[in-house]
Structures are given as C-alpha cells and as structure tokens.
C-alpha cells in the first residue's frame, strides 16, 4: 500500500490533478480534500524519504507547478518529508489545523518569494551600509515583507528573501535591475518565484 507525500495546502475548490515527475518517482499529483482545505499530494511507497538533491528541487518544482496551476493556486509550502500513511489521519489534519491554515493563507494569498543575494566581487570596495539603505529603499517599499537570512561568506553583503505581491512582480525586478546597475563590484543574485516557505510559520506532524 502506498503513502502519500505531502507537498502543501491549497483551498479546497476545483481539485488538483496532472502527470509530472514527483517525489519518490511518483508521476502523478492529486488533491485529498476536507471541507475548506486540501492537501496537494503524490504517493510513494516510503515513510521517510531520504532527501536527495533529485527529490528536493521535484519537491520545489511541483509546489511551482501548483503556484501556475489553472489561473494561479496560492499554496502553504510542506518542507521536505512529510508523508502520511493513511488518508485518514492526513484529512484529520486539514481538520484539526483549519485555523492556522486560515491565518497564513490570509498572509500569503497571491504572493511570492524572491530571493535576492549580493555578493562583493574579489577585492571590491563596497559602501555596505549605503547598499542597504538603497536596497531598503526600493525594494522594501514594493515588497509585502521580508527576511535576513544571514551573511554566510564575507563575500556575501546582503542574503534576504522577499515576500511580493504576483501584480508587483514587474516591479520589483526593475527595482532589482535597477540596484544592479547602480552598483559596481557587487554580483546579484536574484531568484524565485518560490513557494512562501520563509513566511509560512506552521509546525504540523505527520503519521
């Protein structure tokens, strides 16, 4: 008997369902609904997937597919590994987790992540406060929030992922295009559009 891998929660209404490469080696993604909410899922026969580079970036890629999904599906992104072993205890879940699936669905609703690094080039003198305050500027005057997801190299000058609203999407890229080429010395790393994760604060077990 197979599990089912969950990928995240959309609201319940037309159902899901297309042929892709999922988890596990799944090619197919469906919804298991409860009322107001639905779980997008793929069965697999594990209940503890090992998460390879292969599985996590299938893993992102069906959330992404979601996100495009008919006229556009806003999803609460699962992190890697979460499998149930019965619809039952899964739909006891969107049961008993309505309230706070409500809450961050009303936070994320038609929005996406962007992730902006930038990274000093060798041997760059770079105003990294007045990079900040330029960034700041424009982007968080776009952007619906945002977060500091920490220097890592001390080549890296700013690491933030950027809560964006789909109708300001054009926006911001010009405000980032714009930031990179104002700024000599610094290397811009721009991606997305993600699935919330950063934004999403919701802890639930699977079974």
Do not use: C, W
């Given at each position: 008997?197979?599990?089912?891998?969950?990928?995240?929660?959309?609201?319940?209404?037309?159902?899901?369902?297309?042929?892709?490469?999922?988890?596990?080696?799944?090619?197919?993604?469906?919804?298991?609904?409860?009322?107001?909410?639905?779980?997008?899922?793929?069965?697999?026969?594990?209940?503890?997937?090992?998460?390879?580079?292969?599985?996590?970036?299938?893993?992102?890629?069906?959330?992404?597919?979601?996100?495009?999904y008919g006229d556009g599906r806003t999803i609460i992104p699962m992190q890697f590994g979460m499998v149930f072993d019965n619809d039952?205890?899964?739909?006891?879940?969107?049961?008993?987790?309505?309230?706070?699936?409500?809450?961050?669905?009303?936070?994320?609703?038609?929005?996406?992540?962007?992730?902006?690094?930038?990274?000093?080039?060798?041997?760059?003198?770079?105003?990294?406060?007045?990079?900040e305050e330029a960034v700041d500027d424009r982007l968080e005057a776009i952007a619906e929030g945002s977060v500091d997801n920490g220097l890592f190299s001390d080549r890296l000058v700013l690491n933030r992922s950027y809560l964006v609203d789909r109708e300001d999407r054009e926006a911001f890229d010009e405000a980032v295009a714009d930031l990179e080429d104002s700024h000599d010395g610094l290397l811009f790393q721009y991606t997305g559009p993600f699935a919330p994760y950063s934004f999403v604060d919701i802890h639930i077990g699977a079974q």
């Open positions: 008997m197979s599990n089912r891998y969950v990928y995240g929660i959309v609201e319940t209404g037309e159902p899901v369902e297309f042929d892709t490469e999922a988890v596990g080696g799944a090619e197919t993604v469906y919804t298991i609904s409860h009322r107001r909410y639905s779980a997008v899922v793929s069965d697999i026969e594990e209940t503890e997937p090992e998460e390879t580079d292969e599985d996590a970036q299938r893993h992102d890629e069906v959330l992404r597919e979601i996100m495009t039952r205890a899964l739909k006891n879940v969107l049961r008993g987790a309505q309230p706070a699936f409500r809450r961050t669905l009303r936070d994320i609703e038609g929005k996406v992540e962007l992730g902006l690094k930038v990274v000093r080039e060798e041997d760059a003198d770079v105003d990294e406060e007045a990079l």
